[in-house]
């Protein structure tokens, strides 16, 4: 039997590991963010933890279209997230303002952290679980990368526009309560993983991302605040329309 093991674990496929892979890159990314955060290099450490989202990103949909999904690489990506998106932030934001409120402060970034936990947990046991066809492009919530990017928001705001308010742990103690908040919500937000584009949009789209990719080389805080701010927007869209879809379905069963 052992012997069996040993040359499962050698014969090991690319496609099995690449995931796995991404997501550990992701882990080290996050990590990293704090320590440039010691560092008190800001800059550095927000873009640590955007590395780590696009990571994260790319694991799952690499891991689907591989067909190289594992329980291992579920449990793996959810410990990374927890680290990336739930403690790096919140360590961040300490070192960075919040340690100048004091106990409120220490408590506030607990809680966003732990919520972040929370909301991972509360994701894994509802894996394999069937959703209605109707709310697949919805997430429970809002999803651990999207909570690390608003929270962080105020902080990559000031590198466009200055400290003078952003910097207050007011501001920062109350976006850190609300995202908590929208973690282990039930506000249904927009995942975007089975959205189709009509043809005659799809060129459309591919400029807009070029002339977003262009923007973003010369004012990436502005870029990256105006994408943050229009995510917030989305949320009044994507609770209509969860609502309508639940409306219409429910009218259909019943005929």
Not at 76 to 90: H, I, R, T, W
Not at 112 to 123: E, H, Q, S, W, Y
Not at 211 to 231: D, E, M, Q
């Amino acid at each position: 039997m052992k012997e069996v093991k040993r040359r499962r674990l050698k014969e090991l496929s690319i496609n099995k590991m690449l995931p796995n892979v991404l997501t550990v890159l992701a882990l080290c990314a996050g990590l990293t963010s704090m320590r440039f955060g010691l560092q008190e290099r800001w800059e550095a450490a927000v873009w640590a933890i955007i590395i780590a989202g696009i990571f994260d990103g790319l694991d799952g949909r690499i891991a689907r279209l591989l067909r190289s999904s594992t329980k291992f690489g579920a449990e793996l990506d959810s410990l990374s997230d927890v680290v990336s998106f739930g403690v790096a932030p919140a360590i961040l934001l300490y070192l960075w303002t919040m340690n100048g409120a004091g106990n409120a402060g220490w408590v506030l970034v607990l809680l966003f952290a732990v919520c972040c936990g929370l909301r991972l947990a509360r994701f894994n046991t509802m894996l394999g679980e069937p959703d209605p066809p109707w709310a697949h492009n919805f997430f429970t919530g809002v999803p651990a990368p999207a909570g690390a990017g608003l929270v962080l928001l105020p902080m990559i705001m000031s590198f466009e526009f200055g400290e003078t308010l952003l910097g207050l742990p007011v501001v920062n103690g109350t976006v850190l309560f609300i995202v908590s908040g929208l973690l282990v919500s039930r506000v249904p937000t927009y995942s975007f993983k089975t959205s189709r584009v009509p043809y005659k949009f799809v060129l459309p789209i591919l400029l807009f991302v070029g002339l977003l990719a262009a923007f973003a080389t010369s004012r990436p805080w502005l870029t990256i605040t105006v994408i943050g701010l229009a995510y917030v927007l989305s949320f009044p869209l994507s609770v209509r329309a969860y609502a309508r879809l639940k409306r219409q379905m429910e009218e259909q069963e019943t005929v």
